[in-house]
């Protein structure tokens, strides 16, 4: 009954070899959230998808891109990945971006990523 | 700007007994939102609950108890007799509602809770 699903939950890339990390839904929400979490750091976000509006934050390098293609999919690529950018990658969904009972960020199982 | 503080950056307890996870937070608006998740060693997020700030009643669910007082701005997570399987990262989270907010939680540091048998 997973609702939000990281695929893989490991992976291991080469210092400057793109990466394409993989979030789906099936709780048929309308944004989707990447997020960046490193050794015992809480969470960072990186960016989200209202639909299909792409929202980054400030100080999200321009390494890192994202692709909505359907309301289900959700990826996250690294263009040129260096050793700090080893972390767990987290993706959310919620059901609306402001809502009283429809904001709760729900969460998949995060994809480790490792940069040799 | 926002802000949330978990001064306890590890706790460690023997099963049964009860522990207590603080959580502070700041913010300048009037209308806002709590959240705590518990992260165990698998990694995923695990939502706990949610609690709006025009809503201070306490919550129970289970072993788990929630004390929001705005007059200290503190969110306290409480578990009683813990279990082994409580053993994880928990974070306490803040966001704002309304105007430009577009869902952004801002998370606490997070605190180690491990429970011995």
């Known amino acids: 009954d997973a609702m939000v699903i990281q695929n893989p939950r490991y992976q291991v890339t080469q210092f400057g070899k793109p990466v394409t990390l993989s979030c789906s839904q099936t709780?048929?929400?309308?944004?989707m959230y990447w997020y960046q979490q490193k050794s015992s750091q809480a969470p960072k976000l990186l960016f989200h998808?209202?639909?299909?509006?792409?929202?980054n934050e400030a100080d999200t390098p321009d390494n890192f891109q994202s692709r909505r293609p359907n309301t289900s999919f959700c990826f996250l690529d690294i263009r040129s990945p260096g050793l700090g950018d080893a972390a767990m990658y987290l993706c959310?969904?919620?059901?609306?971006?402001?809502?009283?009972?429809?904001?709760?960020?729900?969460f998949g199982p995060g994809t480790r990523l490792t940069v040799l | 700007a926002q802000k949330v503080t978990q001064a306890q950056t590890e706790i460690s307890v023997v099963e049964k007994e009860d522990v207590t996870l603080d959580c502070v937070y700041e913010?300048?608006?009037?209308?806002?939102?709590l959240f705590w998740y518990k992260q165990p060693p698998s990694g995923e997020l695990v939502f706990l609950i949610r609690?709006?700030?025009?809503?201070?009643q306490n919550e129970i669910s289970g072993r788990y108890s929630w004390n929001f007082q705005k007059s200290t701005s503190s969110f306290n997570f409480t578990i009683t007799a813990s279990q082994v399987v409580d053993s994880a990262v928990y974070f306490c989270?803040?966001?704002?509602?309304?105007?430009?907010?577009?869902?952004?939680?801002?998370f606490g540091q997070g605190t180690i809770l491990t429970v011995h048998p």
């Open positions: 913010t300048r608006d009037t209308t806002y939102y």
């Open positions: 709780l048929n929400h309308n944004v």
């Open positions: 989270a803040l966001r704002n509602a309304g105007g430009t907010s577009y869902g952004k939680l801002t």
């Open positions: 998808y209202y639909d299909k509006d792409f929202n």
């Open positions: 609690r709006n700030s025009f809503d201070e």
């Open positions: 959310a969904t919620s059901r609306t971006l402001d809502g009283p009972s429809t904001d709760t960020q729900y």
